[in-house]
C-alpha cells in the first residue's frame, strides 16, 4: 500500500487565465500533484475561474453580501474535507493574484468556525504554495500566502513553497515551448523540480504525522479557553 | 514532570535599543518566555545589541568578510542547540529591523549545511515572531521572518506570530506606562495575550512532536537525493 | 478661481462591502475627496462593487479571456481621463483586498499601451492610497499600491498614503460610532487626519506640476528609443 | 551645457560583500551612474560596508546608541546635499539587506527635522533604487525601498526601480564572467538595460523639475500647519 494511502490534497489554482490548460501555474501544480498521486493521496485540482465565486468577508456572498452567484461554499467544502491545501498563483507586478487574494479572503471569513476540539477551523491541516511566471515575485507571493495558512490554523512544513521564474523581463512563461528545442521551458530546471518534489513529499509526511496524531493537539491553542493554561497575562 | 521538560528555545531579540532593558519587544518576549519556561522549558533570551555581530553571507565574518569582530558564530551555536526559536523584531517604516534582516542572512548562511540526516541544517525544529511597534506592521514582519525560517528548513505551526501595536500614528510603546493608571500599554490587550498564549503552546507542542519523532522525516527532502523517490521531473 | 481648477481625480474603492455606504474606507476617502473638491478639482468615487469587473490581464475580458461581462472598459476610461488616481483598500489579514488587486492587475494588462508622447499610458499622472482596517497593514497595503503605480508611470509624490487602524486585535473599524460617545472612531485622529491632508494636497500639487509641464519630460523613457540616448548599454 | 549639470546624486550601496568591487550591485550601480555622469550630474558611490555605522533610530548612534563607531553623520550629511539618491541593494532570501534596512532606519531617524519650508527633511529631492540577486526579489525589495523614500519625503518618479536577476534557482551574479563567451552576465540583458536607463533619465527629469521650482511647493504639507488649509477634519 503506498505510504501516503488515504490523505486527501486539493490544488486550487488562482490563474486569471480562463481555461485551466492555458494555466502555466497548472502545469506546475500538475507536477507536484503526480508525485502526491503516486504515493497515494486522493488529489483535487480545482481552476477558480471555472467557478463564480462572490466577494465579501462572508461564508455565502449571495446571501450576505448580494453577490449574483456564489460557487466558493462547495469549494470550502473541498478544503474542509482534504488534508493537504496547495494554492498556485501567477506573478503580476510582483505579487499573488486577484483570485489568489480573494481565495484567502473566502477561507479567512470561516476562519472564526471551530473545529471538533474547538480550535480554528483550520487546524490539523498542512498547506503550501506553487508560485509561477516569467519575471519576478516567488518568494513575494509565497510570504503571503504561507503566513495566511499559518495565520488560521494550518502547520507550514519545511519549504512548502516552490516555483519557476526566468531572468529578468518579459520571457517564455513555465512550460512554453521552447522554439529551439520543443521542450517546455523550465521543465528541466533541477532546482524548480527539486523544490517542488521536497515540497510535495513534506506536505504529505506532514499531513500523516497531523492525521496520525488526530490533527493538533488544542492544549493552549483554543482560543475560547486561553486563560486556563499558563498564559501571556500571568507574566 | 512539567510536559515540555527537556525542550530548549532561544529568544533572539533584534531591537534597535541598545540595551535590553529599554527594549519594548523584549517585555512581550519575556511574557512568550514566561509560560514556557514555566511549562519545562530551558529559555534563553539574547539581545543582539550586547553582541559585535558582523556582516555577510558567510558564516564566520572576521574570516570571510574582514569584520572587526564577530559573535554570531556562538549564537549561532545556540540557535543550532535549541528546539525553538522566536525571534522578536520592532517595525520600523512598516518592515522587520535591520537587526532581525541580519539575524536571518547570518542563519540563511549556515543554511546549506546539512543536519544528520542530511537534510538542511534546521530542518527537525521550530520558530515563531513577536512583534511590537507603535503603529502599523506586525504581520508585514512576520511574513518576512516566518517564509524564512520554514524556506531554511523550521516547521511553522499554526500562529506563529504574536504582537502589539497602537492606533494609527505615533504613540505609546509596548509595556510604556499608561501616565493616567500607571499600567503598562498594551499589558491587558486581549488579543494580544491570547495570541502570545497561543503562539508559546503551539511552538512547545511542535517541538514536542519533532523530539519524539526524532526529527522531521527524511524522505524526499534530501536535496542530494531528490532524485530517488518519485519527483518532479517524472511528470 | 480655486488653485486647482480644471484638475480632475477618480477615487477608486476596492471595499469588499456590496454597498458603497457601508463601506468604511471610503469614509477616509470622503474626506480625502472633500479637500479636493474645496479646492477646485473635479472628483468621481466609484465603488468597485458596484460594476460586473472581469479578470484576466488583458483590455476586455469578455472577448478576450470569457468573462460573461466586465465594465471594467468604462472605469479605465475614467482613469485615463482624470489627472489624480487614488486607490482605497481596505486591509484583510494584513494585505491590500482582491478587487485591489484585481484594479492593479487592469490597469496593468493596458501598460503596454502607449500616450501620445510614445510614453507608457500613465505617464503624465500621479497616484495615492487611502487604507483602513481595524488592526494592522496599512504600509503593507500601501507599499503594493505605490509600487504598482510608479511602475506603470505614475509619479507618486510626497506621502502618498494615508489611513486609519485600531489597537491590535478586532475592534471597531474606522467610521464606527463609538458607543459611549457617539462620535465615529477615527475621526478625531490627528495622525490620520493631518496625513490625509497632506496626501490630498500633495497629490493635487503633483497633478498641476505635471499639467503645467505637458506631462513628465519624454527624453530616455520612451522603451522603444532607449538606445537613441545615453543609456545602460554604453557602460 | 550638459543637460543637468549642477544636479548632484548620492547611490549608496548595501551589498553584503566587504569589497566595493566585490558587489554585483555594485556593477549595475556603476552603469547607472554613468548615464547620470555623462548628463552632467555629480555622482558619489559610498560602499555602506566602508563605512562603521552604528544601528538605531537616532541621529548619532555613538551618543544616543551607546554605538563603538558611527560613521553615518557624514553619509547622511551627503543624502542631504545631493537632488537624487539612489539605494543599491542584493537580494536575500527575497528581501533587502540588513544594510539597506539600516540606511533606511538611520535616514528615518531624521525624517521629523524639517527643511528650510518646514517640510520634512527629505522634501524637494528624488529617489530610486536598484536591485541585483541571483534568484528572485527585485519587486519586493523595491516596494520596501521606494516606499520609505515617498513616505519621507522623496518624490518617486515613474520607473523609479530597476534590476536584474537569473532564472529560478543559485546561479550566475550579474557581472559575473560567462565561461562560455567570457561576457558578463545580464551585461546585454535588454530589459535590465531598458529599465536602468529609463530610471536614470527620469530621476535626473524629476530632480531638476524640483530644482527649477525651488522643492516641492509647501502648502499643505508643513505638518505643523496641516490645521490652517482646507483638511481632513473638516469632512
Redesign the interface.
Known amino acids: 500500500m503506498p ?1 501516503f494511502e488515504g490523505l486527501s490534497a486539493v490544488y486550487l489554482n488562482a490563474s ?4 485551466a490548460a492555458d494555466s502555466h501555474t497548472r502545469k ?1 501544480m ?3 500533484a ?2 502526491m498521486r ?2 497515494g493521496v486522493d488529489v483535487e485540482l480545482i481552476h477558480m ?1 471555472d467557478h463564480r465565486i462572490g ?3 462572508v461564508t455565502d456572498a449571495v446571501a450576505d ?3 449574483e452567484a456564489d460557487e466558493w461554499p462547495s469549494i470550502q467544502a473541498k478544503i474542509m474535507a482534504a488534508d493537504i491545501l496547495v494554492i498556485g498563483s501567477p506573478i ?8 489568489a ?2 481565495a ?2 473566502r477561507m ?1 471569513a470561516s476562519s472564526g468556525e471551530k473545529n471538533a476540539k474547538g ?2 477551523l ?2 490539523g491541516k498542512t498547506a503550501g504554495c506553487i508560485v509561477t511566471g516569467n519575471e ?5 507571493v ?3 500566502l ?3 495558512f ?12 516552490c ?8 520571457g517564455p512563461s513555465y512550460g512554453d515551448a521552447d522554439p529551439d528545442t520543443g521542450r517546455p521551458f ?9 523544490n ?3 515540497m ?3 506536505l ?3 499531513a500523516k ?1 497531523l492525521k496520525d ?1 488526530g490533527g ?2 488544542d ?3 483554543v ?1 475560547a479557553d ?1 486563560q486556563s ?7
Not at 486569471?16 to 481555461?19: I, N, S, V, Y
Not at 493554561?229 to 507574566?235: G, H, I
Open positions: 505510504e486569471l487565465q480562463r481555461h506546475l500538475e507536477k507536484s503526480g508525485i503516486s504515493e475561474l466577494f465579501g468577508m453580501n448580494g453577490a503580476w507586478l510582483g505579487v499573488k493574484s486577484s483570485l487574494t480573494l484567502i479572503e479567512y480550535q480554528y483550520y487546524y519576478d515575485g516567488v518568494k513575494a509565497s510570504m503571503e504561507l503566513y495566511a499559518q495565520h488560521i490554523g494550518y502547520v507550514v512544513p519545511p519549504q512548502a513553497d516555483g519557476w521564474i526566468g531572468e529578468a523581463g518579459p523550465g521543465f528541466d530546471n533541477d532546482f524548480t523540480n527539486r517542488t518534489t521536497i510535495a513529499w513534506n504529505m509526511h506532514q504525522i496524531m493538533f493537539p492544549k493552549g491553542n482560543a486561553w493554561v499558563t498564559n501571556a497575562s500571568q507574566f
